[in-house]
């Protein structure tokens, strides 16, 4: 039994512009033809289309599909293995896709509750990208220091995020005059600075730990995104990034030696009237973000 282009294009729901298409590439030309010159297809035309939407189904081009049906037994073994795992590739994407905004969404109702006003009142220059917090989210959402710090961040009053942004602006002010005076990352009063901000992050958001807070530099050395969360790019010089990345490191090599071990475990001995020394020194961390 043979059938016209038109009936072909009814029952197999593909346009007749596209059988039209499929002929001129070679790809499924019609058995026969009517008096009239006109298109007939048969049934091993219809078995062969039937195998060209299964395979544009799949996602393969034409002319891979025209490598196949040349040869099938020599082609489609391989070239289904091959389109299964990408398929399951294109898979594994959309479904983190699905889950950045799941986080998204998350980050957006359990982000700092200020008012865009007040937001502005407390930040200045200071920006969230979301694309970003919604990455941290998904790459640390299974440290409980991170967890820690966004419980924290949403507890914080406007009043307590006034006094961390200012604590935060007047260390910074003393790294950029640190860096701008030449002061090496690894000397004294960089490594002073690092600690503050190591301290702040303890104070506001969560405990962290000499290598927690090398994995924080490491952020703001990679991503702008995460540096712009503690100087603003008005603010930002060639290379400041690096340089508190630095005088992390050095701080953290300082911190993680025997003899810095054996201060740190006295300092941390009930003073006369029973309470811990608190540690001193102040910087600044994102909003949250970055507390691993």
């Excluded at 790809?27 to 049934?43: C, F, H, K, V, W």
């Excluded at 062969?48 to 996602?59: A, K, N």
């Excluded at 490598?67 to 073994?77: G, K, M, R, T, V």
Aim: with cysteine; charged share 30%.
């Amino acid at each position: 039994m043979s059938y016209t282009v038109g009936q072909v294009s009814g029952f197999a729901g593909v346009t007749v512009r596209t059988l039209h298409h499929y002929d001129r590439a070679g790809l499924l030309t019609p058995g026969e033809r009517s008096a009239g010159g006109y298109r007939l297809y048969n049934d091993a035309d219809l078995a062969r289309l039937q195998q060209i939407l299964f395979y544009r189904e799949l996602g393969f081009a034409l002319d891979e599909i025209a490598e196949i049906l040349a040869d099938p037994q020599a082609n489609a073994l391989d070239q289904l293995k091959a389109r299964r795992r990408t398929l399951r590739e294109q898979i594994g994407k959309l479904e983190r896709l699905v889950e950045v905004a799941e986080r998204a969404m998350e980050v957006q109702q359990t982000g700092v509750p200020l008012s865009p006003r007040e937001r502005f009142e407390v930040f200045g220059e200071i920006t969230f990208d979301l694309s970003y917090a919604t990455e941290a989210e998904l790459k640390w959402q299974d440290s409980a220091g991170h967890r820690a710090a966004m419980k924290s961040a949403a507890t914080h009053s406007k009043e307590d995020w006034a006094r961390l942004m200012g604590e935060a602006a007047r260390w910074r002010d003393e790294l950029l005059a640190a860096h701008d005076a030449g002061e090496p990352a690894e000397g004294e009063r960089a490594r002073e600075l690092a600690e503050a901000h190591r301290q702040h992050i303890a104070r506001w958001f969560t405990p962290c730990p000499p290598e927690m807070h090398l994995r924080i530099a490491d952020d703001f050395a990679e991503d702008p995104r995460a540096f712009a969360l503690v100087v603003p790019p008005s603010q930002q010089r060639p290379g400041l990034a690096a340089y508190l990345r630095a005088a992390v490191q050095a701080n953290a090599e300082t911190r993680t030696s025997p003899g810095a071990r054996r201060a740190s475990e006295a300092n941390s001995h009930p003073g006369p009237e029973g309470e811990s020394r608190a540690p001193e020194g102040s910087g600044n961390t994102p909003e949250a973000e970055g507390n691993r």
